[in-house]
């Protein structure tokens, strides 16, 4: 099991807010969202990206580590789709934003965070099962509540931040199937965005399961 110190911690959190402060630009949302982070530092800094040790980054610490190289995996893949098609339809800024916030949701509330420690040792020892998910926290779709905590907070979006947060986990959750296999095709996505969120994201995770 991959445990961080203190200071590898520390410096993935510094990492976090580099890569704000080097793509985001110096205005009020973008201060919002420092705020934001700042006020649930502790929770941001600690929390897993999972539940099992079988999944991706179950460790204190690996949704950070998790956001971080998802956010600098799209960044490269960003790269690829401009060699590749005829037009650009998203924002480096957007990029980033939908990058570091897709997987917030996982954060939990103010008040409870989303995974809590598994109590059961058998669980923990027979099942790789090191968190549990906190009964606390009102069921949503972690994506949804990306969104909703986002909003809460009086961050505005733009439509491709929303829709790559929204279905940043592909066909992997039946619910995308309306966006990603429209019956028509003047209903397709006008970004690519989305795709690369989701390409980013697949490939993070693989990798970390390899951790």
């Known amino acids: ?96 934003f939908a990058a570091l916030n897709h997987d917030l949701g996982k954060l939990g509330t103010d008040a409870e965070p989303f995974y809590i420690p598994n109590t059961s040792e058998w669980h923990v020892k027979n099942q790789g099962k090191v968190f549990n998910y906190n009964p606390a926290v009102t069921n949503m779709d972690v994506p949804d509540r990306s969104l909703f905590y986002l909003q809460q907070a009086g961050i505005e979006m733009s439509e491709n931040e929303f829709i790559a947060i ?17 019956p028509v095709p003047e209903m397709q996505l006008r970004s690519n965005l989305a795709y690369i969120i989701h390409q980013a994201d697949l490939m993070a995770s693989k990798v970390e399961t390899q951790i």
């Open 166 to 182: 929204k279905i940043h986990d592909g066909m992997y959750s039946e619910a995308n199937r309306h966006y990603l296999m429209p």
């Open 1 to 96: 099991m991959v445990k961080l110190t203190e200071e590898q911690i520390m410096e993935k959190l510094e990492r976090f807010y580099e890569i704000i402060e080097t793509y985001l630009p110096a205005n009020e949302r973008t201060e919002k969202l420092k705020r934001f982070y700042k006020d649930r530092e502790i929770t941001l800094a600690t929390s897993p990206a999972s539940t099992k040790l079988s999944h991706h980054n179950c460790f204190a610490g690996g949704y950070l580590d998790h956001v971080i190289r998802v956010t600098e995996a799209a960044l490269v893949f960003d790269k690829v789709w401009d060699r590749f098609q005829q037009k650009r339809n998203h924002t480096t800024e957007e990029l980033v």
